[in-house]
């Protein structure tokens, strides 16, 4: 079956710094990939669709200068948390689009210091 | 706007016990209902959906019904295995979200043990 490769599983950083995370479809182009987040808990969220070639589009309440989304190729999209903060400490998880199903990666955990 | 609701965990269970993990929703319209399953250190799968109401899906032994008059999509299995050891997640995929935009719940983690 389709594979998303999500990296890194598990990131530590200073308060300040910037962070990024990879989401990659193995053996499918995904023209349309989502990241959500989930704080303990509490539900998944959807922050961002992503579409390849475009802007990408942020959910109500999501800073998207502070989440960038880049999906510059069919087969990867990047979160790129930037001047983290512990309230940016969660779980980061994302999906990609084939064939009306949703494919998700395993998710990174960010905690912020 | 559309939310999920479903059972805290972790929920604790001895091999071959009867599962339920509870989910309830809200919804404009008629939601199609998802579970999925994320096993330990993988992505999210999905387990199982239904489109319409009364509908049943069912997959790997599990299976949830479609209840509009009580808004629910309950998760159910007869005889647990330790390999079912998971999080378990409830979804809807609404009117605005078309069928890549869903609203999940909280999830609820399952654990089996002998």
């Known amino acids: 079956g389709a594979v998303v490769s999500q990296h890194p599983s598990r990131v530590i950083c200073k308060s300040g710094t910037s962070v990024k995370i990879e989401c990659r479809s193995l053996d499918f182009q995904a023209t349309t990939m989502f990241w959500y987040r989930q704080f303990p808990k509490q539900s998944l969220m959807l922050m961002a669709t992503s579409n390849e070639g475009s802007k990408a589009t942020y959910e109500q309440g999501v800073e998207k200068d502070k989440f960038l989304i880049n999906h510059a190729s069919l087969t990867l999209s990047t979160l790129t948390v930037t001047s983290a903060h512990p309230e940016d400490s969660s779980f980061y998880i994302c999906?990609?689009?084939?064939?009306?199903?949703?494919?998700f990666g395993s998710g990174t955990q960010l905690s912020v210091l | 706007g559309d939310s999920v609701t479903q059972m805290e965990g972790p929920v604790t269970l001895s091999e071959e016990a009867f599962l339920t993990i509870n989910c309830t929703y809200t919804a404009t319209g008629y939601p199609s209902l998802f579970w999925y399953v994320q096993y330990p250190g993988e992505g999210l799968q999905l387990l199982l959906k239904a489109t319409k109401a009364d509908d049943k899906g069912s997959n790997k032994g599990f299976e949830a019904t479609y209840r509009k008059e009580t808004t629910s999509f309950h998760l159910e299995k007869g005889s647990v295995q330790v390999s079912d050891s998971a999080v378990y997640f409830c979804?809807?995929?609404?009117?605005?979200?078309?069928?890549?935009?869903?609203?999940f719940g909280t999830g609820t983690q399952l654990k089996v043990e002998l």
């Open positions: 999906s990609a689009y084939r064939n009306e199903k949703l494919f």
């Open positions: 979804a809807l995929s609404g009117l605005t979200g078309g069928g890549n935009k869903l609203t």
